[in-house]
Antibody, heavy 119, light 107 residues
């Protein structure tokens, strides 16, 4: 059974850095992409970025360029999302997701990690 | 970037009825790469439809996706109480993997 378990939620002051982890199990970590999606309170879904753990390919949404780093640790089958210089508008639930079906929709999702940026 | 516009923003229906949700793309989207997700409060999104019309295992047959080009729709027949949720369309061909703004299906 494919599972994604997230950790790293919390309250951060403006300007701080948050790092969220996504521990995977039930499949070969290096064979599938991991995407990150966020959802501000009461708002819709926003794609943040992706990584392919097999060879390290990364893509980021343009608005996060320079503040976002997505990484993967193959020894622990865990992906990470680090966002720096946090702003109030970064308050959101951050999800990791992995596509496994043909054409790569986001089949499996983590439970989400709430990051609150507050002074 | 592809912009996906969903309509209506909110749809009011009753159990047993049929609901049709629309997703319009700002440019051509291959039907192979159009997905629909269902999200309930406090939960992660759930994949309902991919490839415009393919249901993953476990998704009831009352959920039907269709469309091509720039116009796609999700039809839910014989609405069940558990179907009242927010629905998002998404294109999943390449970055940025944009989502529509969502349609809230309410009782």
């Amino acid at each position: 059974e494919v599972q994604l378990v997230q950790s790293g939620a919390g309250v951060k002051p403006p300007g701080a850095t948050v790092k969220i982890s996504c521990k995977t199990s039930g499949y070969t970590f290096t064979d599938y992409y991991i995407h990150w999606v966020r959802q501000a309170p009461g708002k819709g879904l926003e794609w943040v970025g992706l990584i392919y753990p097999g060879h390290g390919e990364r893509k980021y949404a343009e608005k996060f360029q320079g503040r976002l780093t997505i990484s993967a640790e193959t020894s622990t089958d865990t992906a990470f999302m680090e966002l720096t210089t946090l702003r109030f508008e970064d308050t959101a639930v951050y999800y990791c997701a992995t596509p496994h079906s043909s054409s790569w929709p986001f089949d499996y999702w983590g439970q989400g990690a709430l990051v609150t940026v507050s002074s | 970037d592809i912009v996906l516009t969903q309509s209506p923003g909110t749809l009011s229906s009753s159990p047993g009825e049929t609901a049709t949700l629309s997703c319009r793309a700002s440019q051509y989207v291959s039907a192979v790469y159009l997905a629909w997700y269902q999200q309930k409060p406090g939960q992660a999104p759930r994949l309902l439809i991919y490839g415009s019309s393919v249901r993953p295992a476990g998704v009831p047959a009352r959920f039907r996706g269709s469309g091509s080009g720039t116009d796609f729709s999700l039809t839910i027949t014989r609405l069940e109480p558990e179907d009242f949720a927010v629905y998002y369309c998404q294109h999943h061909e390449d970055a940025p993997y944009t989502f529509g703004q969502g349609t809230r299906l309410e009782i």
